[in-house]
């Protein structure tokens, strides 16, 4: 007995794993967008802020692209719900030896991968372009076109399997009824097939879209020299991330949970529907209100609203810049208390490097900061030497704090830093830099120390 | 065949016909096969684009096996037996294909099994939506989620030194440690759903004769489920195989930087390398190797083709 307990506890425990691997990336992606640090993370936390919004709002090669995506996926939408349809209903007349070749031929477009998609359709169009001997400016060679096609190609295999799996459940004796009532093929195609398929229609349109937004395997070779959102989101990725997209995600993510809730709730009315028909007579109206709100899903969704609204809550009459100002000093404190402790461990190392590194960097701090005033000496560039990366785009934000700390926010102190930084990044191989960068500051403190 | 579209013409009037004719061919013919063949043709071509545009179509427009040789080989002067590079990425590619494919079978089936016949009711909605919702968001985006974790910065790492486990952050992404984690969860959903599938339409009662005859869990497992479920498992596993190898956003947002995807590589001969013909190449390679493959693993496991996607 007492093992069937632990092995239901493990079964548990490993559903419980399993949707956090599935969830945990996203939750964690969703709060970094709220931080003001410049680098997506979770902690150190900087302070709660909303302007990574604003960011993505304006990037104008995001909305672009967010456009193009659009664009294509309403029209992958009206290619590839026809192609599926015709497909499905083909599958369905095609003698028992042909059957499985188009099946096969079918579903390979999904296995294919989709970078090969891209390219087949790519160099085909250009071939096509060159047989027909068309001008650049020719659809053959617009990006949007032939990712229309290259992604419609796979997609309408998707359609045409949300088509089969409903058209299993068609009963084919309506067919022949209305047939024989004398109803002609085009009308029994528009008022008891067409009629049947709605749901599935929907559901087919609804996938296609989503998984034409989606795509970047295909899209990245068809879309040429235009961009979807997904090619833009690549690019940025790729090449320094800020948490713009973690905003982008939580907004994806949301939109997702409202479809998610809204499907449920359909599908729980098309139920209670059935029910009734089944049923007869019994009042089904309360049933129906308390089933939504003993769903689980929707008592998620409003877990998140209230969440969310907390948080706005929270948010109200708090002072992101004065938060982050006071992160910025309490960072500066700690930065400075560690480098004092650097300094105890590595003068008797630098004994004999002292001299020279100090005499250079104090040549290095005078040339990267000649608009500093008294407060210059104390707070040296080169002090902020080993301050995380992310102070330097906090100072980069439009509203840069006007008051008595202006002069240690100059744009100028964080050059050195940057630099230093960047440094850092491009060569890792490199020690020398950095460790001048790291140690000169406390070298130069322990100089100031030794005279006192 | 004649007899055939007779019938179809006489069951489905000529305007349905035609469009459910016409449709399909251009769908299939015109969209997928006939842009797999060219791609294959040009594959065999010099990249006269770049080296000299006015000898397209020319008699020195010949057919060469120059793309092919330098995946194997590498350039002429290459002083060693095989094109490295090349070869060992392939290589590593597929191989680790093959472990995020095993990685997801282990992780999905209990899954899927659970879902099946353990999880009743509501719960088994709620399972299901919440499966499904996270395969709605960008692959790009669930990359980059996977970025924040696994970063030198990351939170994984944050928590393992501040828990005091590691004394240094470990580099995950040159690992690759983030890649496989990644590649393992992009596709689950499409491991999922067709073992759950297959074991679903299993006769509980055969479990539970198992069971009466006193067998342990791990047996029925074994001798009843799994080999009852083997289409569904073959068909996850191939479509989990064919797009881990074909993956190209993952490879490049969260690849380690010293190892590349094949991917990746036929990505470069395409946009920086400006040679298509050889980019062709290398993807028609890795189109055929990965087919053979996966029909070599169908031939195994006695399962057809039809079976799949359903």
Known sequence: ?452 | MNQWFKKFFLRNGLVLSLYMLLVTFIWIVVMFVLPQIFMFDFSFRFNWTQIDPSKIGGPDDVYTLQHYKFLLFGSPNNPDPFNIVDVSVFAHTILTAVFVTLFDVILCYPVAYYLAHVAKGGVTRLMMLSLVVPFWINELLRAFAFRILFGEEGSINNILVYLGILSQPIDFVRENIALYTGLGYAYILLMIFPIYNAVESLDRNQIEAARDLGSPWWRIHLRVVIPFAKPGITSGCTMVFMLSAGALALPQIIGGPSSLWFTQIIYQWFNTGSNWPRGSAYAVSLLVICVIFVLLIMKIFKVKFGEIGR
């Not at chain 1, 992606?29 to 802020?49: E, G, H, K, Q, V």
């Not at chain 1, 009315?269 to 049923?279: I, Q, S």
């Not at chain 1, 100072?395 to 744009?411: C, D, G, L, R, V």
């Open chain 1, 1 to 452: 007995m007492s093992s069937s307990t632990f092995l239901r506890f493990t079964i548990n425990f490993y559903i419980f794993l399993f949707f956090a691997y599935l969830f945990g990336p996203l939750i964690v992606m969703s709060i970094t967008a709220f931080n003001s640090a410049s680098f997506p993370r979770l902690s150190p936390w900087d302070c709660f802020s909303t302007e990574w919004f604003g960011v993505l709002v304006n990037d104008a090669r995001m909305m672009s692209g967010f456009k193009n995506s659009f664009i294509i996926g309403i029209a992958v939408v009206f290619v590839s719900v026809p192609i599926g349809l015709a497909g499905a209903l083909m599958l369905g007349q095609l003698s028992n030896r042909v059957r499985p070749v188009f099946y096969t031929l079918t579903i390979s477009t999904i296995l294919v991968p989709g970078v090969v998609l891209g390219i087949s359709t790519l160099i085909f169009w250009d071939r096509m372009g060159m047989i027909f001997n068309t001008e650049y400016e020719s659809f053959f060679y617009d990006g949007i076109f032939l990712t229309i096609i290259g992604q419609s190609t796979f997609i309408s295999a998707y359609t045409m399997l949300v088509f089969i799996s409903r058209l299993q459940r068609f009963d084919s004796v309506l067919e022949e009824a209305a047939l024989d009532l004398g109803a002609t093929n085009i009308q029994y195609f528009r008022k008891i097939l067409l009629p049947f398929l709605k749901p599935a229609i929907g559901s087919a349109a609804v996938l296609a879209f989503l998984a034409s937004f989606e795509n970047y395997n295909t899209t990245v070779f068809t879309i040429v020299s235009e961009s979807t959102l997904t090619t833009v989101l690549a690019s940025k990725v790729r090449y320094g991330i800020n948490p713009s997209i973690s905003a982008l995600a939580v907004i994806i993510i949301g939109l997702t949970l409202t479809a998610a809730f809204i499907h449920e709730v359909l599908k729980r009315r098309e139920h209670a529907r059935e029910n009734e028909l089944e049923k007869e007579g019994k009042t089904l109206k309360v049933k129906t209100y308390s089933k939504t709100f003993r769903n689980p899903v929707s008592v998620m969704v409003l877990l998140i609203f209230v969440a969310g609204l907390g948080t706005a809550w929270m948010a109200r009459g708090y002072n992101v810049q004065q938060c982050k100002i006071e992160a910025f000093a309490e960072k500066r404190k700690m930065q400075e208390e560690l480098s004092k402790k650097r300094l105890a461990e590595m003068q008797k190392k630098l004994e004999s490097q002292k001299a020279a590194s100090a005499t250079s960097s104090t040549t290095k701090a005078k040339k990267s900061a000649p608009g500093t005033d008294q407060y210059g000496s104390i707070f040296a560039p080169t002090n902020l030497g080993g301050q995380v990366e992310s102070d330097e785009k906090k100072m980069e934000t439009p509203e840069t704090p006007k008051n008595q700390y202006q002069s240690i926010f100059a744009p100028t102190n964080l050059e050195a830093q940057v630099e230093s930084k960047k440094q850092k990044k491009e060569t890792p191989e490199a020690p020398k830099n950095q460790y001048q960068s790291i140690f000169a500051p406390s070298n130069l403190e322990g100089q100031v120390e030794s005279q006192e």
